[in-house]
């Protein structure tokens, strides 16, 4: 989960809570299931540890392939 904190006058704050989310590499999603999609959204890159630059571009690959849209939504831990 993910906390927002709005602070008046400068950039929102983002606390987060992995979880189970932090063995999410990429691979429990089978490459039928990105071929079947018509977008590949794949969020937090950058801030969970598993889901290494090798495992989103295995999807991203197969996504292109199967001319999925892909679109990669990147997290800069401070």
């Known amino acids: 989960s993910t906390f927002v904190l709005n602070v008046q ?3 929102r704050r983002f606390i987060h809570c992995v979880g ?11 490459a039928d299931t990105i071929r079947a ?5 794949v969020g937090g ?3 969970l ?6 495992c989103v ?3 991203f690959q197969i996504a292109r ?3 999925v849209t ?5 997290v800069l831990p401070e």
């Open 9 to 11: 006058g400068e950039d």
């Open 20 to 30: 189970a989310n932090a063995e999410y590499d990429g691979r429990q999603v089978s």
């Open 37 to 41: 999609a018509k977008v590949l959204y």
């Open 45 to 47: 890159f950058g801030l």
């Open 49 to 54: 540890e598993a889901l290494t630059p090798e």
């Open 57 to 59: 571009s295995r999807m």
């Open 65 to 67: 392939e199967a001319h």
């Open 70 to 74: 892909t679109i990669l939504d990147v």
